[in-house]
């Protein structure tokens, strides 16, 4: 018997096809928009919620979408299905395992402006090469991307 590879997207009568999500690229990063969020098994109401997300403006990886639905990856790796409006496109980052520094210039040898433990969030102002702009607490600088995640 004969298998069709995994992932396989197959033709089907109108209407009853793979649907649509945005068309936006995929991965991509987005952010929590609420303290509470459901994570559920699947992509809708009639999916159990696996757990909840309590914290709001949280980085998220997008990896998959179906409908209004999007399936999310967390910086420690697990993942699940929100709803798109429990999402927002504010472009956040979190530290991830070891202290990083906010500098005050887009250069190692710069001044240390503050340091950040692990779990730290902020916005993300801007990118450019290895390097970040980000805002954390009222505190501004610059943080290499290989430091933090949701870029």
Not at 128 to 142: H, T
Request: hydrophobic share 40%; aromatic share 8%.
């Amino acid at each position: 018997m004969l298998l069709p590879p995994a992932g396989a997207v197959f033709a089907a009568e109108p209407g009853t096809g793979p649907r649509k999500g945005s068309g936006l690229p995929i991965p991509r990063f987005a952010s929590l928009r609420s303290d509470e969020v459901n994570v559920r098994t699947g992509p809708g109401t009639r999916y159990p919620v696996d757990w909840v997300f309590k914290r709001k403006l949280m980085p998220v990886e997008i990896v998959a979408e179906y409908e209004n639905w999007r399936k999310i990856r967390d910086w420690q790796g697990a993942s699940g299905w929100v709803h798109q409006s429990l999402l927002t496109g504010k472009r956040t980052f979190i530290i991830p395992a070891k202290q990083a520094s906010l500098l005050k210039t887009p250069a190692t040898s710069a001044e240390v402006v503050a340091k950040l433990d692990p779990e730290v969030m902020g916005e993300i102002r801007s990118c450019a090469g290895e390097w970040c702009r980000v805002k954390v607490g009222g505190v501004s600088g610059w943080i290499e991307r290989t430091g933090m995640w949701g870029v």
